[in-house]
């Protein structure tokens, strides 16, 4: 079957930096998204990868990993406006998204 | 950028009636929109996939009948709960893949908060 994991919760402090890991299987594969979420509003485009290695955004990178179904996004320089759930999403080969349940990222001060 | 506006934000309504919710791709034409609900503290739940000109699919679970979906022209879908009751009660989001950008990049709507009292 197909399906997406990753971390329910993290904590991280501002300032620092955080990994959110996500692992996926699906029947085929178009690219890998990470959407961010913040509570009571709908989820903002954050990255996209269709090929191995490290894309950078600023503050945000993302990386991908085909041959072990792996992502990860990466936050540097926390800030607590990045208090949010972060989704993880891989398309399939009928190009339909398959979602991971998130993972809430709490910020410290 | 691409903008997906969706219409209205918040809605109350009583048990039994129903209520159309609006979704618009502004500023690029969108053959394909979705539709998702989501539960408190939990992912995106895919409804239905919205395909101008042609019949929604809809995933299974999912009753066609209650939640109706329109898509008239490329910029505009509609999903109406029909004889909504408390438990129809949720977050329903709206997505549009822009086309000619990255394999499938979906921008959402902001989502639409419905209480059935």
């Known amino acids: 079957g197909q399906n997406i994991d990753q971390p329910t919760e993290m904590t991280a402090t501002e300032g620092a930096i955080v990994q959110i890991n996500c692992t996926y299987q699906t029947s085929g594969f178009n690219g890998l998204f990470w959407y961010q979420q913040h509570a009571g509003e709908a989820p903002t485009f954050l990255s996209y990868?269709?090929l191995d290695g490290l894309e950078e955004k600023g503050r945000f990178s993302s990386f991908l990993s085909r041959s072990k179904g792996y992502s990860y996004l990466l936050l540097k320089e926390l800030q607590m406006k990045d208090s949010a759930s972060y989704l993880c999403?891989?398309?399939?080969?009928?190009?339909?998204?398959?979602w991971g349940a998130g993972t809430k990222l709490i910020i410290k001060p | 950028g691409a903008v997906v506006s969706q219409h209205p934000s918040r809605v109350i309504c009583k048990s039994g009636t129903s209520v159309k919710i609006e979704c618009r791709s502004l500023d690029f034409q969108a053959t394909t929109m979705f539709w998702y609900r989501q539960f408190p503290k939990q992912s995106l739940m895919l409804m239905a996939t919205?395909?101008?000109?042609?019949?929604?699919?809809?995933e299974q679970g999912v009753e066609k009948d209650k939640f109706l979906i329109n898509h008239a022209s490329l910029t505009l879908s509609t999903l109406t709960v029909t004889s909504a009751h408390p438990e129809d009660s949720s977050f329903y989001i709206c997505s549009a893949r822009e086309p000619d950008r990255e394999s499938g990049t979906l921008h959402f709507g902001n989502g639409t908060r419905l209480t059935v009292t």
């Open positions: 919205s395909n101008e000109g042609s019949k929604a699919t809809y």
């Open positions: 999403a891989a398309m399939d080969s009928n190009y339909q998204l398959i």
């Open positions: 990868n269709v």
